[in-house]
C-alpha cells in the first residue's frame, strides 16, 4: 500500500527525490504522511483538492480489504 502512494506522489512531483512518506500505524488505523517538496504541494494537492481526494480514494479502497481504517495527510 505504501509502495502505491509512493508510486502515485512520485509520478506527480517535479523533484522525486524530495518524496517521503512515514507510516503511523494504530490498531485499526493506518495515517500515511505525505511530505514533498514545496514547489510540487500544488501539484499533488491539485486544483480544489481533487488529486488529494483522488489518492485518499485509491489508499482507502486497497485498506478497506485489510479492515483498517486509512487517512493520508499531505504536506510540505
Do not use: C, P, W, Y
Amino acid at each position: 500500500m505504501q509502495q502505491l502512494l509512493e508510486l502515485l506522489v512520485k509520478t506527480l512531483v517535479k523533484n522525486e527525490n524530495e518524496v517521503e512518506i512515514t507510516k503511523e500505524e494504530g490498531e485499526k488505523s493506518i495515517t500515511f504522511v505525505v511530505k514533498v517538496a514545496s514547489e510540487d504541494i500544488g501539484k499533488v494537492i491539485g486544483k480544489n483538492g481533487k488529486m488529494a481526494s483522488s489518492i485518499r480514494t485509491i489508499i482507502k479502497s486497497i485498506g478497506a480489504k485489510e479492515h483498517k481504517k486509512i487517512f493520508v495527510k499531505f504536506g510540505d
